[in-house]
């Protein structure tokens, strides 16, 4: 069975320091991997996504992930936080192969950003 | 180009009580997935509907149901609420060819 573990539900940076949220999945078959943000009171944006194309996939916003096979993760970054980075993360993944198969979530990281 | 739209943004129902939740996919998107997501969680998904029919579905009870009409648009319908259902529903649409599911904004349910 799938299954995505994000790791913190709370993360905190300076505004201009590095973003860094982790991210660890499982899956039986080859992942495809998503990035979500949440704004309060909204839906789900989709930041970014790994179908294999390349290991290192770059996403909106300035956020990029890499995709690590040996290591089963899939952390998201940005190297410089603005205040509007502020919102829930969620890494999610899906069964490749199956055309428009269930995404499955984590429980979500949420990002504060200090003045 | 409209989105994934839901209505209604914010519903509130008291137990034992039905209701219906309405999506209307992206222009050219076939499919539609409904998830649940409940207050500080991740969305788990309830079903997914192509061409009419479920295709998929999640570890939710038979009081969940869903419908797809043929111009793609889909239903959620939960009968018998418990309080326990109280969440944010999202449909979300994908195109045929694409695994990348494109959600909307939510409808916010409440039950008392």
């Known amino acids: 069975a799938q299954s995505v573990t994000q790791l913190g539900s709370h993360v905190s940076v300076s505004e201009g320091a590095l973003v860094l949220l982790r991210c660890n999945y499982s899956s039986s078959v080859p992942p495809y991997l998503f990035w979500y943000v949440q704004y309060p009171n909204q839906g789900l944006q989709l930041l970014l996504k790994?179908?294999?194309?390349?290991?290192l996939v770059k996403g909106i916003n300035g956020f990029e992930a890499e995709f690590k096979k040996s290591e089963t993760s899939f952390h998201l970054t940005k190297p410089s936080a603005h205040m509007s980075d502020a919102a829930e993360y969620f890494c999610a993944v899906s069964e490749r192969g199956y055309r428009d198969d269930k995404i499955i979530f984590g429980k979500g990281t949420r990002l504060h950003i200090l003045p | 180009d409209a989105g994934v739209t839901q209505s209604p943004t914010h519903l509130i129902k008291t137990r034992g009580q039905q209701v219906t939740l309405r999506c209307s996919p992206k222009s050219g998107h076939d499919t539609v997935s409904w998830y649940q997501q409940a207050l500080g969680q991740g969305p788990q998904f309830i079903f997914q509907?192509?061409?009419?029919?479920?295709?998929q579905r999640g570890n939710f009870p038979d009081r969940f149901s869903g419908h797809q009409f043929p111009n793609y648009s889909s239903e959620l319908n939960v009968n018998a609420l418990l309080l326990g259902d109280s969440a944010l529903y999202l449909c979300?649409?994908?195109?045929?060819?694409?695994?990348?599911?494109?959600f909307g904004p939510g409808t916010r349910l409440l039950v008392l």
């Open positions: 509907y192509y061409e009419e029919e479920e295709r």
């Open positions: 979300a649409s994908s195109p045929g060819d694409q695994e990348t599911q494109y």
């Open positions: 790994y179908t294999s194309a390349a290991t």
